[in-house]
């Protein structure tokens, strides 16, 4: 299984953004699709995630009702859209696949990561 992200940026406080991330491979093991970020100098921290079959959605609460996780079930596509973006959101945004056996957010059971993309919000 493979993910791979795209969509950073730079954006300007109060900016919108939206990030892509293509899952490739086995996807019929994938029971979890999820955001993570990690600003410099701080650890990883979860964001978002979907179940593969879009049934639940789950977000920490200092992206609730700002951010949006979606999925296109045709292209194997999870989306995160950003809104009312702060430079507390400046960070490297990782996608990752779990692969069960249920849904599950934890990120020390997310298998399959991406590179990441950047995004800066200026402050």
């Known amino acids: 299984i493979q993910v791979i992200e795209s969509g950073g940026g730079l954006v300007q406080s109060g900016g919108s953004l939206r990030l892509s991330c293509e899952a490739s491979?086995?996807?019929?093991?994938?029971?979890?699709l999820g955001w993570a970020r990690q600003a410099p100098g701080k650890e990883r921290e979860f964001v978002a995630a979907?179940?593969?079959?879009?049934?639940?959605?789950d977000y920490a609460d200092s992206v609730k009702g700002r951010f949006t996780i979606s999925r296109d079930g045709d292209r194997n596509t999870v989306f995160l859209q950003l809104h009312s973006l702060t430079p507390e959101d400046t960070a490297v945004y990782y996608c990752?696949?779990?692969?069960?056996?249920?849904?599950?957010?934890?990120?020390?059971?997310?298998?399959?990561w991406g590179q990441g993309t950047q995004v800066t919000v200026p402050s």
């Open positions: 491979g086995d996807t019929s093991n994938i029971y979890t």
């Open positions: 979907i179940s593969w079959s879009a049934t639940r959605r």
């Open positions: 990752a696949a779990g692969t069960g056996p249920y849904y599950d957010i934890s990120l020390s059971d997310w298998k399959y």
